[in-house]
């Protein structure tokens, strides 16, 4: 298919390319404790998007110490986003952190750190890394709910469960529809890409 013919039948018809609706939802599926020797861990599948989420929980002398201009800052909850290319079938080089990793890195960090608990009822640093297994389109928000499971597996009493999905805008003259929870073909081809995570 053409992308114009997409984007048609997406605007004009509400069909979209595998089928679903407009503001239907692939399969989910999730699971936590699937590493025995971790504090929490948990797997978050959409369509074939999956991502899992270690939780690693550390004294309060384990924060990240910030280096900058001014005085010295610390966090004491962090998220890391690994994409590795085994998860679109790729190979290559691995190397460091890029552009994407430390975006939806830091996107993740901002939907989640609302609800860790303060430092007084709970003193610990929370720690999660995220690595995308497979990706069809919203990692970064699949990282977000197997990152909530990790830290529930983990014991850690956030103040609610944080979940995030993709949008989609997609526009044909004078029709627009907004997708929700898009693949890989529709961000591709279409206008925007809207994540949104909250409780």
Do not use: W
Request: proline fraction near 6%.
């Amino acid at each position: 298919m053409s992308k114009n013919e997409v984007r048609r039948l997406i605007t004009e018809e509400k069909v979209r390319p595998d089928g679903r609706g407009v503001d239907q939802i692939r399969p989910l599926s999730s699971e936590v404790g699937l590493l025995p020797r971790t504090h929490g861990s948990g797997l978050f599948t959409r369509g074939q998007t999956q991502a899992l989420s270690i939780c690693t929980l550390g004294a309060l002398g384990d924060v990240q110490i910030l280096d900058g201009l001014g005085v010295e800052e610390s966090k004491r909850f962090m998220h890391h986003y690994n994409f590795p290319q085994f998860s679109v079938g790729e190979t290559g080089p691995m190397r460091g952190p890029g552009r994407r990793e430390i975006g939806h890195g830091a996107l993740g960090e901002r939907a989640l750190e609302p609800v860790i608990p303060s430092e007084k009822d709970f003193p610990y640093t929370v720690r999660l890394v995220s690595e995308v297994l497979e990706s069809n389109g919203s990692t970064s928000q699949a990282s977000i709910c197997a990152s909530t499971l990790a830290m529930m597996d983990a014991g850690v009493p956030i103040k609610a469960p944080v979940a995030g999905i993709a949008m989609g805008l997609v526009k044909s003259g004078e029709y627009y529809t907004v997708l929700t929870d898009i693949q890989g073909m529709e961000d591709a081809l279409g206008d925007m890409d809207f994540k949104v995570a909250g409780t």
